[in-house]
């Protein structure tokens, strides 16, 4: 892990079977005063309803959680969920949603949101890919890592499902691997003073 990465620019996460308990248990463990901004994929259908992620997850995090808008400006401290059925972009300081085609059957797509936050973000960037089913989030890791960003990944064995954190490890030299505790206290302790 480089060491030196304690204050990144942007955390993006990504997540699908089982991710809304991760998820909770991730963002539970961020201090009232968490500076960074974090850009948050859950895989959910078209239909699931709006703002009930976004409720459930600031039931258990102390900072203010929102769903991402189209051209939202990216602001501290604040964690942003992309919208069912809409791709989350990252484009410099602010998001973009697309409805273009599903990648890896996927809208939102995890490689989408990490792609794009890499291309604007570079070696500021950290991505987290927690439990899921699927392969999804394995290219985009790449391209954080190859951009000069910092990938984290859930412990497969502390996931409900262990396939997309297993697809990211095997394919791409993470920095660390961490069982979901860990990995929130890792997170927790970004961008906040010795």
Same mark, same amino acid.
């Given at each position: 892990?480089?060491?030196?990465?304690?204050? +990144?620019?942007?955390?993006?996460?990504?997540?699908?079977?089982?991710?809304?308990?991760?998820?909770? /248990?991730?963002?539970?463990?961020?201090? +009232? *005063?968490?500076?960074?901004?974090? #850009?948050?994929?859950?895989?959910?259908? #078209?239909?699931?309803?709006?703002?009930?992620? $976004?409720?459930?997850?600031?039931?258990?995090?102390?900072?203010?959680?929102?769903?991402? &808008?189209?051209?939202?400006?990216?602001?501290?401290?604040?964690?942003? $969920?992309?919208?069912?059925?809409?791709?989350?972009?990252? *484009?410099?300081?602010?998001?973009?949603?697309?409805?273009? +085609?599903?990648?890896?059957?996927?809208?939102?797509?995890?490689?989408?949101?990490? *792609?794009?936050?890499?291309?604007?973000?570079?070696? &500021?960037?950290?991505?987290?890919?927690?439990?899921?089913?699927?392969?999804?989030?394995?290219?985009?890791?790449?391209?954080?890592?190859?951009?000069?960003?910092?990938?984290?990944?859930?412990? +497969?064995?502390?996931?409900?499902?262990?396939?997309?954190?297993?697809? $990211?490890?095997?394919?791409? *030299?993470?920095?660390?691997?961490?069982?979901?505790?860990?990995? #929130?206290?890792?997170? /927790?302790?970004?961008?906040?003073?010795?």
């Amino acid at each position: 892990m480089a060491e030196d990465l304690l204050s +990144p620019r942007l955390i993006v996460v990504g997540t699908s079977w089982g991710g809304a308990d991760a998820l909770a /248990a991730l963002l539970g463990a961020l201090p +009232p *005063e968490f500076p960074v901004p974090m #850009a948050v994929v859950q895989h959910r259908g #078209a239909d699931s309803l709006e703002g009930v992620l $976004v409720r459930f997850l600031q039931e258990h995090c102390a900072v203010p959680v929102r769903e991402a &808008d189209d051209k939202d400006a990216i602001e501290d401290g604040t964690v942003y $969920v992309g919208p069912s059925d809409y791709h989350l972009l990252v *484009e410099k300081g602010s998001f973009a949603l697309s409805v273009d +085609p599903p990648v890896t059957l996927s809208r939102p797509s995890i490689d989408v949101l990490f *792609e794009s936050a890499a291309d604007s973000y570079g070696p &500021d960037l950290v991505a987290v890919v927690l439990t899921g089913a699927n392969r999804d989030g394995t290219d985009g890791a790449r391209a954080v890592k190859e951009q000069g960003g910092v990938v984290l990944v859930q412990d +497969p064995g502390s996931a409900t499902r262990p396939e997309m954190p297993a697809a $990211v490890i095997h394919s791409v *030299e993470v920095d660390e691997v961490l069982p979901l505790e860990r990995l #929130a206290a890792r997170i /927790a302790g970004m961008g906040l003073e010795p």
